[in-house]
């Protein structure tokens, strides 16, 4: 009778699954800089989030704004289509806040999936993640770069204008 099993016995497996065999050589230092930067990257992430939809909220004020004072247009000094302009900068400000915000989390939680699974696809996305965070900010940054002379020029332009009277 020992050779008999029954059919209708529940499956037997560990209780706690094996983790799989990583492939990628990391050191213990590595592993250990790693697992201490995954909070930080997951709580700037989401503060990152946060303020995106302050910006997003931010530009539904605006707009409720703008709409409850266009009865007061002839006493304000300042015109209404003035304070539209916030719209587009609060939502674009919130639309580049949320890519950084975005990449940081992911990387963050990857890393935090890797601490647990072992797995080496999650190490490779935490990475694409952290590529893509600082592929952003380079972007940005070759924007901002470039639109530095331009102001600077602009600047110029209008202290001539401003001194000739011509402004």
């Known amino acids: 009778m020992s050779d008999y099993e029954n059919q209708y016995d529940s499956p037997q497996a560990p209780v706690v699954p094996e983790k799989a065999q990583s492939t990628v050589n990391l ?35 605006t707009l409720v704004g703008i709409s409850s004072m266009s009865a007061l247009s002839g006493e304000l000094d300042l015109p ?11 939502l674009g400000a919130a639309a580049l ?12 939680e990857r890393i935090r999936k890797y601490q647990f699974s072992n797995a080496d696809e999650d190490l490779e996305q935490a990475f694409k993640n952290n590529k893509s965070l600082f592929k952003f900010y380079g972007i940005m940054l070759i924007i901002y770069l470039a639109f530095i002379p331009v102001m600077f020029i ?4 209008f202290a001539v204008l401003a001194a000739t009277n011509l402004f």
């Open 80 to 90: 209404i289509w003035v304070l539209g302009l916030f719209v587009p900068i609060y």
């Open 154 to 157: 602009i600047g110029i332009v």
């Open 97 to 108: 806040m949320f890519f950084p915000s975005f990449f940081a989390y992911n990387f963050g």
């Open 27 to 61: 050191s213990e230092p590595m592993l250990r800089y790693l697992k201490q930067a995954s909070p930080w990257l997951r709580f700037i992430g989401i503060v990152g989030f946060v303020f995106c939809g302050m910006a997003a909220i931010g530009a539904l004020f």
